[in-house]
């Protein structure tokens, strides 16, 4: 049962290879059922094995491979264009240390007809298997061929899949061809080979993964491919302008322009042609763009789909199984990651798409099927990089039409993502927090600048800074503008939920003015 990288690739954009190929070697009964291969599902495993040491957990995911991260997939990996081992998905970190996209290698694994007789349990993965539909009641996860698996815990994590346009998605078939999205590792594998000869790739959307993988693409070009031109088109007038006040998002912009991606901002496509071997983008102001190839990213939708057959409720407003404070959907039913809307106490219904979340939710989902009856209270947090030089990190409700007070200070070298990844050696940056925070104490330098929303550009070097979200003046949310390590202060900010006169003060708790 060895991952064949090369035969998965081979079928990866249509069907995933079944691993074991008949439902017959899945077990008709599980302890713990995991919905979904992902970092949520993963991580709920790890917490109910931390719990019930010989807990038997079997895994069902839709996905041919075992559960791996997705986040170096619009980083990472694209920075190294001359790895030889790209046949086993590994990638380097920003600091050149290896590291694989996967969480475990095979041999952790047990195989799914062992899992029921092994006495010291295990974690078991039915992969490029989906589940059809639960009886919540029956306590039954039926497959798509029928095959009842009978459960006394199940999760689902079931992540969320891209969302195209009309305008490609109904397009001819020739058309459709050069058109894709891009979530995991076979759309990784064969973008790959795409970018080493076409000449030119169009990315639509200004959100997260448009925006990564524009900068990502662009630097991959000047070292492998130089004629390969990137676009990234999208409607809103700057990169990531749902997170970043506009200002920001608008000097973020120019940054990424700088990575030599071409930018199209404040523009939609209205048509999409054939002309020869290349795609033509009408947009909205009468510009043509034509490409070889068109990524489009513009946000994904929970994998809900199986709610309806299952008695389930699905939040009309964010979408996600609705669940409560414990991510319970029904007794003895959870949801975790980015498919759960979710009862936060301190903020209210939230689904968050990010891999803190599902590491954090996976785990009290986990927790809770074993029986710790724990409350969603530890708020997770996100990161992004635009390259090895510009990333922030971020927790609470970070949301650009919030009033924002932002305080600045002048950045080195060392305040940048491959700084910290070569300091701590992990590129998952959620998992510094729990590392030491060196708190030396402070002797604010007055070089620095405060803006809030409202105030205009300038010429401002946003090196470093500390973004603030107000709602009803109260700290809601931080943006750690490429400064690391400060997430338990950040946290504590928000736990304090008290008025600040001014932030200024506030800002120098996060040292960001010491050198
Ligand atoms: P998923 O990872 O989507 O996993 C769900 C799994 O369930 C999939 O394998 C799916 O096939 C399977 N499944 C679905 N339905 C069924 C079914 N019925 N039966 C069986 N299996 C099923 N977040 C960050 O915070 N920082 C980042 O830098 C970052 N970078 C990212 C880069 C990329 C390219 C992408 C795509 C996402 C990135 N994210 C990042 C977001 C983060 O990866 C997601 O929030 C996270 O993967 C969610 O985990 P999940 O387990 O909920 O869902
Ligand atoms: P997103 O929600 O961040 O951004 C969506 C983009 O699509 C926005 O620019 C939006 O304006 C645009 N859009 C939406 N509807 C449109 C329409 N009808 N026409 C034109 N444009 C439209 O989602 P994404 O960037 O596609 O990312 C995919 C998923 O992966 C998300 O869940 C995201 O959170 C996750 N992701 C996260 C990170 C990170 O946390 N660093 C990195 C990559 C991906
Ligand atoms: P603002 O950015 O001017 O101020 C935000 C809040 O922070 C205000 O309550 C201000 O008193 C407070 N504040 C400023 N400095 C502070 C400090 N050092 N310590 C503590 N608090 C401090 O935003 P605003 O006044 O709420 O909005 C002004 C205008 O900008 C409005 O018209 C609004 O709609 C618009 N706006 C637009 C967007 C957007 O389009 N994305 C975003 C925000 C605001």
Not at 72 to 95: A, G, R
Not at 217 to 242: D, T
Request: negative net charge.
């Amino acid at each position: 049962e060895k991952i064949d990288v090369k035969t998965s690739r081979k079928s990866a954009k249509s069907v995933p290879v079944k691993i074991p190929s008949t439902s017959s070697e899945i077990p008709a009964h599980v302890p713990y059922l995991l919905v979904g291969g992902g970092t949520a599902g993963f991580s709920a495993f790890r917490a109910i094995k931390s719990l019930d040491a010989k807990a038997k957990v079997l895994i069902l995911s839709e996905e041919g491979y075992l559960p791996y991260m997705r986040p170096p997939l619009s980083k990472e990996v694209w920075y190294d264009p001359d790895s030889e081992k790209k046949d086993e998905l590994t990638f380097k970190q920003w600091n050149g240390s290896e590291k694989s996209l996967f969480y475990e290698p095979e041999d952790f694994y047990i195989s799914p007809k062992e899992l029921d007789e092994n006495p010291n349990g295990g974690v078991a993965v039915a992969r490029g298997w989906r589940v059809e539909r639960i009886d919540p009641f029956k306590r039954i996860a039926y497959l798509e061929d029928g095959h009842e698996i009978k459960y006394e815990k199940c999760l689902l994590a079931t992540g969320a899949k891209p969302k195209s346009l009309n305008i490609f998605s109904k397009a001819p078939e020739a058309i459709q061809k050069h058109i894709t999205t891009f979530r995991g590792i076979p759309d990784y594998v064969e973008l790959n080979e795409i970018v080493k000869e076409t000449d030119s790739i169009a990315i639509i959307g200004g959100g997260f993964l448009g925006s990564e993988l524009a900068c990502a693409l662009s630097r991959r070009a000047s070292l492998e491919n130089p004629k390969l031109k990137v676009y990234q088109i999208f409607k809103e007038p700057g990169n990531m302008h749902k997170v970043l006040p506009e200002y920001l998002s608008l000097w973020t912009t120019n940054k990424v322009a700088k990575e030599g991606v071409h930018i199209i901002a404040g523009s939609e496509v209205q048509d999409v042609k054939l002309e020869g071997n290349e795609v033509s983008l009408m947009l909205n102001d009468g510009k043509k763009v034509s490409v070889n190839k068109v990524i489009v990213a513009v946000g994904v939708e929970p994998n809900t789909y199986l709610a309806e057959k299952s008695g389930l409720e699905v939040d009309p407003d964010c979408g996600g199984f609705l669940v409560n404070a414990e991510l319970e959907a029904r007794s003895h039913l959870y949801a975790a990651g980015d498919c759960s809307c979710f009862y936060d106490i301190k903020f209210g219904r939230r689904r968050v798409e990010h891999h803190d979340h599902a590491v954090i939710s996976g785990r009290l989902a986990g927790e809770n099927m074993v029986g710790a009856g724990k409350p969603y209270l530890h708020q997770s947090m996100f990161w992004s990089d635009l390259g090895p030089d510009i990333g922030f990190e971020a927790i609470g409700i970070v949301d650009s039409s919030l009033p924002t007070v932002a305080v600045f200070a002048k950045a080195s070298e060392k305040d940048s993502p491959k700084a910290i990844v070569a300091e701590s050696n992990d590129n998952i940056r959620s998992n510094l927090e729990a590392q030491n925070v060196s708190t030396t104490s402070s002797s604010p330098s007055p070089v620095n600048t405060q803006k809030t929303s409202a105030e205009n550009t300038g010429t401002d070097d946003y090196g470093k800074g500390i973004i603030f979200y107000l709602r009803d003046e109260l700290v809601v949310g931080i943006v750690l503008w490429n400064v690391f390590r400060r997430m338990t202060v950040a946290r504590q900010v928000l736990k304090d939920d008290r008025k600040y006169d001014d932030l200024n003060e506030v800002a120098k708790l996060f040292h960001i003015f010491d050198e």
